[in-house]
């Protein structure tokens, strides 16, 4: 998929395969939902800030390039938040890569986003707005530092998580 799918609020439901992303707005304002080991979602180098609105499956494999800053905007509530596979380079291979969380609309409720999967990106988590973050294992925030700008959300660990990424607040 390519172009400005910003209009799209419906789900891309990967059962097995690969969906390749080209353009920071291809996946539109729903969930990338991938539903098997054999499901791929791999953003390429033409989408250079790529930003989902909702992420969800209990495996499979998303796919950022070096360098890359993926943004999960947490602005839908009613789009999935709760991924269990693996944030990586291509062929599960370590990233640069970074990951924003945020959440801008001004809401009651702050939106949680739930990873548990063992991650290789480098590249950071920053946590911001209203979003919160929630860590199933040691490594669901890859191996880099941990930013907090949060004025509402924040960071959750599950029970018995030995966390040791590098945690700053700004």
Known sequence: L????????????????????ASN?????????????????AFTDDATAPVLHGLSG?????????GTNLTINMDNANAGHEFGGVISGADGTDTTASLTVTQTVDANDTNLIYLSGHNTYSGGTTISGQAALALGSADSAGTGPITIKSNGGGLVLNANVNFTNALVFN
């Open 2 to 21: 390519s172009g400005d799918n910003s209009g799209y609020y419906g789900l891309l439901d990967v059962g097995n395969g690969t969906l390749n992303l």
């Open 25 to 41: 707005t291809a996946a539109g304002q729903g969930t990338v939902q991938l539903d098997s080991s054999c499901a791929t979602v």
């Open 58 to 66: 209990d495996a499979g494999s998303l796919v950022v390039p070096d």
